[in-house]
Protein backbone atom coordinates (compact mmCIF):
# COMPACT_ATOMS: atom_id res chain seq x y z
CA UNK A 1 0.00 0.00 0.00
CA UNK A 2 2.76 1.96 0.50
CA UNK A 3 3.67 1.79 -2.88
CA UNK A 4 0.40 3.06 -4.05
CA UNK A 5 -0.01 5.74 -1.78
CA UNK A 6 3.81 7.08 -3.34
CA UNK A 7 2.53 6.50 -6.61
CA UNK A 8 -0.99 8.69 -6.40
CA UNK A 9 1.18 11.60 -4.66
CA UNK A 10 4.03 12.12 -6.85
CA UNK A 11 1.56 11.63 -10.02
CA UNK A 12 -0.95 14.50 -8.41
CA UNK A 13 2.17 16.72 -7.92
CA UNK A 14 2.57 16.71 -11.76
CA UNK A 15 0.70 19.02 -13.52
CA UNK A 16 -0.36 16.73 -16.51
CA UNK A 17 -3.40 15.85 -17.17
CA UNK A 18 -2.72 12.02 -17.40
CA UNK A 19 -1.06 12.07 -14.39
CA UNK A 20 -4.19 13.04 -12.52
CA UNK A 21 -6.32 10.71 -14.12
CA UNK A 22 -3.89 7.53 -13.22
CA UNK A 23 -3.95 8.97 -9.64
CA UNK A 24 -7.80 9.11 -9.70
CA UNK A 25 -8.08 5.72 -11.28
CA UNK A 26 -5.56 4.19 -8.55
CA UNK A 27 -7.57 5.89 -5.84
CA UNK A 28 -10.76 4.65 -7.10
CA UNK A 29 -9.34 1.14 -6.92
CA UNK A 30 -8.16 1.51 -3.60
CA UNK A 31 -11.26 2.49 -2.23
CA UNK A 32 -13.47 -0.19 -4.04
CA UNK A 33 -10.57 -2.84 -3.07
CA UNK A 34 -11.11 -1.72 0.19
CA UNK A 35 -15.34 -3.70 0.39
CA UNK A 36 -14.43 -6.66 2.30
CA UNK A 37 -10.96 -5.16 4.34
CA UNK A 38 -11.43 -5.19 8.11
CA UNK A 39 -11.87 -2.37 9.51
CA UNK A 40 -8.38 -1.45 11.40
CA UNK A 41 -7.16 -1.69 7.33
CA UNK A 42 -10.14 0.80 6.62
CA UNK A 43 -9.08 2.86 9.41
CA UNK A 44 -5.55 3.20 8.04
CA UNK A 45 -6.20 3.66 4.23
CA UNK A 46 -8.72 6.61 5.46
CA UNK A 47 -5.90 7.76 7.71
CA UNK A 48 -3.77 8.54 4.64
CA UNK A 49 -6.37 8.75 1.70
CA UNK A 50 -8.52 11.63 4.09
CA UNK A 51 -5.27 14.06 3.77
CA UNK A 52 -5.01 13.21 0.26
CA UNK A 53 -7.87 13.80 -1.38
CA UNK A 54 -8.33 17.23 0.69
CA UNK A 55 -5.10 18.10 -0.60
CA UNK A 56 -6.55 17.33 -4.08
CA UNK A 57 -9.42 19.02 -3.80
CA UNK A 58 -8.35 22.29 -2.85
CA UNK A 59 -6.23 21.90 -5.92
CA UNK A 60 -8.95 21.39 -8.64
CA UNK A 61 -7.82 22.55 -12.04
CA UNK A 62 -10.68 22.25 -14.76
CA UNK A 63 -8.80 19.74 -16.50
CA UNK A 64 -8.36 17.49 -13.59
CA UNK A 65 -11.63 17.80 -11.65
CA UNK A 66 -13.63 15.41 -14.28
CA UNK A 67 -11.23 12.49 -12.98
CA UNK A 68 -11.57 12.90 -9.76
CA UNK A 69 -15.48 13.27 -9.87
CA UNK A 70 -14.68 9.68 -11.92
CA UNK A 71 -12.86 8.27 -9.29
CA UNK A 72 -15.44 9.23 -6.53
CA UNK A 73 -18.46 8.04 -8.82
CA UNK A 74 -15.97 4.52 -9.71
CA UNK A 75 -15.38 4.21 -5.94
CA UNK A 76 -18.88 4.26 -4.97
CA UNK A 77 -21.04 2.58 -7.74
CA UNK A 78 -22.52 -0.49 -6.78
CA UNK A 79 -21.58 -0.57 -3.24
CA UNK A 80 -23.14 -0.29 0.23
CA UNK A 81 -23.40 2.97 1.42
CA UNK A 82 -23.02 1.29 4.97
CA UNK A 83 -19.50 0.47 4.08
CA UNK A 84 -18.63 3.31 2.22
CA UNK A 85 -19.60 6.20 5.31
CA UNK A 86 -16.27 7.06 4.96
CA UNK A 87 -15.98 8.08 1.39
CA UNK A 88 -20.03 9.76 1.63
CA UNK A 89 -18.48 11.94 4.77
CA UNK A 90 -15.41 13.26 3.46
CA UNK A 91 -17.45 14.04 0.50
CA UNK A 92 -19.85 15.60 2.67
CA UNK A 93 -17.53 17.74 4.77
CA UNK A 94 -16.16 19.41 1.46
CA UNK A 95 -19.61 21.49 1.31
CA UNK A 96 -21.10 21.45 4.74
CA UNK A 97 -18.27 23.10 6.73
CA UNK A 98 -18.72 26.33 6.99
CA UNK A 99 -15.29 27.62 5.40
CA UNK A 100 -15.56 28.81 1.91
CA UNK A 101 -13.04 28.06 -0.88
CA UNK A 102 -12.83 31.94 -2.17
CA UNK A 103 -13.34 31.12 -5.64
CA UNK A 104 -16.21 30.26 -7.61
CA UNK A 105 -14.71 27.36 -9.16
CA UNK A 106 -13.75 25.50 -5.80
CA UNK A 107 -17.21 26.23 -4.86
CA UNK A 108 -18.49 24.46 -7.64
CA UNK A 109 -16.45 21.86 -8.01
CA UNK A 110 -17.11 21.14 -4.67
CA UNK A 111 -20.67 21.16 -5.13
CA UNK A 112 -19.95 18.73 -8.48
CA UNK A 113 -18.16 15.82 -6.03
CA UNK A 114 -21.69 15.73 -4.16
CA UNK A 115 -23.71 15.08 -6.83
CA UNK A 116 -21.43 12.06 -7.41
CA UNK A 117 -23.89 10.82 -4.04
CA UNK A 118 -26.93 10.27 -6.44
CA UNK A 119 -24.95 6.72 -7.07
CA UNK A 120 -26.69 5.81 -3.61
CA UNK A 121 -30.11 7.88 -4.41
CA UNK A 122 -32.91 7.28 -1.57
CA UNK A 123 -30.15 5.16 0.55
CA UNK A 124 -28.77 7.70 2.39
CA UNK A 125 -31.75 9.94 3.82
CA UNK A 126 -30.00 11.69 6.97
CA UNK A 127 -26.73 12.53 4.18
CA UNK A 128 -29.67 14.36 1.80
CA UNK A 129 -31.51 16.27 4.71
CA UNK A 130 -28.39 17.73 5.91
CA UNK A 131 -26.78 18.59 2.14
CA UNK A 132 -30.40 19.80 1.48
CA UNK A 133 -29.92 21.87 4.48
CA UNK A 134 -26.82 23.46 3.96
CA UNK A 135 -28.01 24.00 0.27
CA UNK A 136 -30.90 26.55 1.80
CA UNK A 137 -28.18 28.25 3.74
CA UNK A 138 -26.12 28.97 0.60
CA UNK A 139 -29.58 30.15 -1.94
CA UNK A 140 -28.20 33.96 -1.20
CA UNK A 141 -24.17 32.73 -2.17
CA UNK A 142 -22.70 35.90 -3.82
CA UNK A 143 -21.55 34.02 -7.10
CA UNK A 144 -24.52 33.37 -9.19
CA UNK A 145 -22.92 30.14 -10.80
CA UNK A 146 -22.75 28.37 -7.23
CA UNK A 147 -26.22 28.89 -6.52
CA UNK A 148 -27.00 27.54 -10.22
CA UNK A 149 -24.79 24.41 -9.25
CA UNK A 150 -26.55 24.05 -6.13
CA UNK A 151 -30.02 23.89 -7.58
CA UNK A 152 -28.71 21.04 -10.00
Not at 12 to 24: I, L
Not at 110 to 132: D, G, H, K
Request: charged share 25%.
Amino acid sequence: MEQLYALIRETTSEKQNGSHRVAAEITAGMIRGSKYWTLEMLDELWKQLKPFLTEVCNNFSPENRYYWGLCFKHGMENQDPRRMHRLIDFICSLVITNQTMGTTFNETSRWYLVEELRTFQWRIPSIWCAINDHAKTLLDHPFKTVRENIAE
